[in-house]
């Protein structure tokens, strides 16, 4: 029986290094940010529906992120329109990467928005990576691009981290160091296998 572990973290805990921790132990993980890239870059599946949605935000690589954040954060219809695009085309992905992984113990499904797109109905278990409010800022601000207006814009999104944590099966710390943090993995790990081989 295959185990579905949801990871889930607000931006900036260190989700994607979590991720590759687990990839290298050997889990599967669909990485649901990654299959979106796909889906909108050069030839991607969702590109002439996000132009059709929100013109003048795709060109010959695909969908520009930048513009269309633009055209969508802060307007609720418009988030909306582009979910009902994009979150389709990304469960269809889900679904073929789960069918080639029918045989592992545990599959884990990254998933930024795990809680608030309701994923959390679909999985086994939840682990939420977090860090320290003031670690998770320093780290976002460090991005190219990223500013404190975007990066507010972007957590009013999200649930808190809190109330994440508190609903979470596993939560994995990232604030102190990677070893701690793969130590927190191999932990998460063998507990689901326990549960996948029992």
């Given at each position: 029986?295959?185990?579905?572990?949801?990871?889930?973290?607000?931006?900036?805990?260190?989700?994607?290094?979590?991720?590759?921790?687990?990839?290298?132990?050997?889990?599967?993980?669909?990485?649901?940010?990654?299959?979106?890239?796909?889906?909108?870059?050069?030839?991607?599946?969702?590109?002439?529906?996000?132009?059709?949605?929100?013109?003048?935000?795709?060109?010959?690589?695909?969908?520009?992120?930048?513009?269309?954040?633009?055209?969508?954060?802060?307007?609720?219809?418009?988030?909306?329109?582009?979910?009902?695009?994009?979150h389709p085309a990304v469960a269809a992905e889900r679904t073929d990467f789960l069918?080639?992984?029918?045989?592992?113990?545990?599959?884990?499904?990254?998933?930024?928005?795990?809680?608030?797109?309701?994923?959390?109905a679909g999985v086994d278990a939840v682990a939420v990576v977090s860090a320290p409010?003031?670690?998770?800022?320093?780290?976002?601000?460090?991005?190219?691009?990223?500013?404190?207006a975007k990066f507010d814009a972007i957590l009013a999104r999200q649930m808190p981290?809190?109330?994440?944590?508190?609903?979470?099966?596993?939560?994995?710390?990232?604030?102190?160091?990677?070893?701690?943090?793969?130590?927190?993995?191999?932990?998460?790990?063998?507990?689901?296998?326990?549960?996948?081989?029992?």
């Amino acid at each position: 029986m295959t185990l579905l572990l949801g990871l889930t973290g607000s931006i900036g805990m260190g989700k994607s290094t979590v991720a590759e921790m687990f990839a290298d132990e050997g889990v599967p993980v669909f990485d649901a940010d990654a299959a979106v890239h796909r889906l909108q870059g050069p030839g991607g599946g969702v590109v002439a529906a996000i132009e059709a949605a929100c013109p003048g935000t795709t060109g010959p690589d695909g969908v520009d992120r930048a513009a269309l954040g633009r055209a969508v954060l802060g307007d609720d219809a418009a988030m909306k329109r582009l979910e009902g695009i994009v979150h389709p085309a990304v469960a269809a992905e889900r679904t073929d990467f789960l069918a080639a992984h029918a045989d592992a113990p545990v599959v884990v499904l990254d998933v930024p928005l795990l809680f608030e797109t309701g994923g959390d109905a679909g999985v086994d278990a939840v682990a939420v990576v977090s860090a320290p409010a003031d670690v998770q800022r320093a780290r976002v601000l460090a991005r190219a691009g990223m500013s404190a207006a975007k990066f507010d814009a972007i957590l009013a999104r999200q649930m808190p981290d809190a109330q994440k944590r508190a609903r979470a099966d596993f939560v994995i710390p990232t604030g102190g160091g990677l070893d701690a943090t793969r130590g927190a993995v191999r932990d998460v790990l063998a507990c689901m296998r326990a549960r996948a081989g029992g």
